[in-house]
């Protein structure tokens, strides 16, 4: 079982900075890719950012790519979303997501995930 608890949402103006952070307990943390995805109101979640379990790896939306920025620190148990020039567009509830297996990374980034976190809210006004 993991357990996953994100952080450093909230509100903020268009083109300004966030950190999202995501703290994970139980199984090995190092054996799964991890990602962030987003939901927006009355929109499927869709995939933002993933990581693979090295750290050298990572694929981006095609919406935020060159905005943010996916990181991992195993000694940690955390993985983070940097999210630069934020847009009002990029208001959603963001969910992170670990999965495990034998292609944890190209499972992830079609959007399949093991555990999921509760969600964190980041609303960008213009």
């Known amino acids: 079982q993991v357990q996953l608890v994100e952080s450093g949402g909230g509100l903020v103006q268009a083109e300004a900075s966030l950190r999202l952070s995501c703290a994970a307990s139980?199984?090995?943390?190092?054996?799964?890719?991890l990602g962030w995805f987003r939901q927006a109101p009355g929109t499927e979640r869709e995939f933002v950012a993933g990581?693979?379990?090295?750290?050298?790896?990572?694929k981006y939306a095609s919406a935020v790519e060159g905005r943010f920025t996916i990181s991992r620190d195993n000694a940690k148990n955390t993985v983070y979303l940097q999210m630069n020039s934020l847009k009002p567009e990029d208001t959603a509830v963001y969910y992170c997501?670990?999965?495990?297996?034998?292609?944890?990374?190209?499972?992830?980034?079609?959007?399949?995930?093991?555990?999921w976190g509760q969600g964190t809210q980041v609303i960008v006004s213009s």
């Open positions: 990581i693979n379990r090295s750290g050298d790896s990572t």
């Open positions: 997501a670990a999965k495990f297996g034998f292609t944890p990374f190209t499972d992830l980034t079609r959007g399949l995930s093991d555990y």
């Open positions: 139980g199984r090995t943390f190092s054996r799964a890719a």
